[in-house]
């Protein structure tokens, strides 16, 4: 045993993931799992995980929270629209939108924060079928074509990125 237990999320790789009452189950039992992994209380305590066949009109796809999945709070309900067409991706859009349910409502749209969870992701589904595949679409999302032939690690994430002082420095001080 390690002094700092990963979460159990055998459920995505075992679980059969072909209707809304089972995904709600599956994410039901990841934050079940990361609440205890964290020893944090969620955020949004009620949601409801939907399938959906077309592509809503998104806020920006330019953000991967928003790319094959829609995230939103309406009321005290954390909505997680899972596009049918993106089915193959729908373990690691559960557990980031799990992480997602524990960050304050006025941060979930934060470029910083979702590259954060999507690290935590990357690192929690490491030897997950398509996680070389989820690793290229996430990098396709928060790298632009200048800053391509870096390395992709978070520290250089940060150092290259200008927006993250004024952003910061805005919205927490």
Same mark, same amino acid.
């Given at each position: 045993m390690s002094l700092?237990?990963?979460?159990n999320l055998d459920i995505l790789k075992s679980a059969v993931i072909d209707n809304e009452?089972?995904?709600? *189950?599956i994410f039901l039992k990841l934050i079940n799992e990361l609440t205890t992994y964290l020893n944090l209380d969620v955020i949004n305590k009620n949601y409801k995980v939907q399938c959906v066949a077309e592509i809503e009109n998104l806020e920006t796809d330019a953000e991967l929270l928003n790319y094959g999945v829609l995230r939103f709070v309406k009321g005290d309900i954390l909505y997680i629209k899972l596009y049918k067409s993106f089915k193959k991706y729908y373990p690691f859009f559960l557990l980031l939108s799990a992480y997602t349910a524990f960050v304050p409502d006025i941060l979930k749209n934060s470029t910083l924060v979702n590259f954060a969870l999507n690290q935590f992701v990357e690192i929690d589904l490491q030897g997950f079928e398509l996680i070389d595949e989820w690793k290229l679409l996430s990098r396709q999302k928060y790298i632009s074509y200048s800053q391509? *032939?870096?390395l992709f690690r978070f520290d250089k994430?940060?150092?290259?990125?200008t927006w993250a002082?004024?952003?910061?420095?805005k919205d927490f001080h």
């Open positions: 700092v237990d990963t979460p009452i089972s995904l709600n *189950k391509e *032939k870096a994430f940060l150092e290259n990125c002082d004024n952003y910061i420095s």
